[in-house]
C-alpha cells in the first residue's frame, strides 16, 4: 500500500496495529501456555505480516520503521520471557539483514 508520493507510512500503520493486537494476544496465551505454543502462534499470525513487503520498507526513515521495531521487540520478550532481546532480534528480526546484502 504505497500513497501518492510513494511511502509506506500506511501499510506500516496498518501492520502496527495488527501487531500491537498481536501483543496483547500473545501475552494472554503465554499465561496458560508453554513458550513452544506461543511461538507457534506467533509464526502463524504475526510473522507473516512481518514478512509481507519488508522489501519496500528498507528504504523508510527510521522513524517511520520505529514503531514496528518497538512491536518486534516487544513479542520477542514475550515469546522468550525475557527483558533484554537485543541479541534476539538483531539475529531474527525483521530488519536482520544478510551477510551478502551491502549495507549503506
Do not use: E
Not at 46 to 53: E, S, T, V
Not at 61 to 83: C, Y
Not at 90 to 104: A, D, E, I, M, V
Amino acid at each position: 500500500m504505497l500513497n501518492d508520493s510513494l511511502t509506506s507510512k500506511q501499510h506500516i500503520a496498518h501492520v502496527s496495529r495488527k501487531l500491537s493486537n498481536g501483543c496483547w494476544a500473545l501475552s494472554q496465551i503465554r499465561k496458560y501456555s508453554n513458550s513452544q505454543m506461543v511461538k507457534t502462534v506467533y509464526f502463524a499470525l504475526l510473522y507473516p505480516h512481518i514478512q509481507y513487503c519488508k522489501t519496500s520498507w528498507g528504504c523508510a526513515a527510521k522513524p517511520v520503521l520505529n514503531p514496528l521495531i518497538k512491536l518486534q521487540k516487544g513479542m520477542v520478550r514475550i515469546m522468550t520471557f525475557s527483558h533484554n532481546n537485543d541479541i534476539l532480534l538483531r539475529t531474527h528480526g525483521p530488519y536482520h539483514r544478510h551477510k551478502n546484502t551491502k549495507s549503506g
